[in-house]
């Protein structure tokens, strides 16, 4: 079985730019999760979508938006890039909404310049 | 945002050596859980704790759960040159609300001499 899947796997932006990044969770799984990873620490919990409805939001500014689509696939959405954004950005996805045993995807590495 | 306290920060030992860290909190969690993650790779699950109190192993790999559930460590026995990363572990309140999310500590780095 496919694990759970990101793309761009890297990606360079601009600063004021926008970006749009993709996550394809495991097959069953209906609760998809979005995490920020700044070089040398741990993951900082961003979103979690389960049955396409937000159900927790982190300490993120309103620049950051997300969505759940009916194949429970999900995009993350940064607005009006900043330095700062620069970090590797991980799904997560699990069977449930209380999204113990979450499994996390490869990431997507955002570099803005 | 808040991280756990995860201890030590790094580790560098020899092959066949055990190796010990925790991982502490000031609010309790009903879920552990412990990842390793390898450069250029998301965070892999190793071992999930659903109980104060609970013991679960995984190969040479121990976890526990810590009675007062605001601390956990990890054991891994007979270290080998492939146990090399960084071992992160993460709490979950499951109450409702907002609390689902997983919160992380900053990770301990293991480097195994062969």
């Known amino acids: 079985d496919a694990g759970v899947t990101q793309s761009p796997t890297h990606l360079i932006k601009t600063r004021g730019q926008q970006v749009t990044l993709r996550c394809s969770p495991i097959s069953g799984h209906k609760s998809v999760s979005w995490y920020q990873q700044v070089l040398g620490q741990g993951p900082q919990f961003i979103f979690q979508?389960?049955?396409?409805?937000?159900?927790g939001r982190g300490n993120f500014p309103d620049r950051f938006s997300a969505r759940q689509f009916p194949n429970y696939s999900s995009e993350l959405n940064v607005n009006a890039l900043l330095l700062g954004d620069s970090a590797l950005y991980l799904c997560a996805s699990s069977p449930g909404f209380f999204n113990t045993e979450a499994f996390f995807g490869q990431g997507t590495r955002l570099t803005v310049v | 945002g808040q991280q756990l306290n995860q201890s030590p920060q790094s580790m560098f030992i020899q092959e066949g050596e055990d190796v010990s860290m925790n991982c502490t909190s000031s609010?309790?969690?009903?879920?552990w859980l412990w990842y390793k993650q390898e450069p250029g790779e998301g965070p892999v699950l190793l071992i999930a704790?659903?109980?104060?109190?609970e013991l679960t192993s995984n190969g040479r790999l121990t976890a526990q759960f810590g009675i007062t559930r605001k601390d956990s460590f990890l054991n891994i026995s007979a270290s080998i040159p492939s146990d090399v990363g960084i071992y992160f572990c993460?709490?979950?309140?499951?109450?409702?609300?907002?609390?689902?999310?997983?919160?992380f500590g900053k990770g301990t780095l293991l480097t195994v001499n062969p």
């Open positions: 609010s309790i969690f009903n879920t």
């Open positions: 979508y389960y049955e396409k409805e937000e159900r």
């Open positions: 993460a709490g979950q309140l499951n109450s409702g609300g907002s609390n689902y999310k997983l919160t």
């Open positions: 704790l659903y109980k104060a109190g």
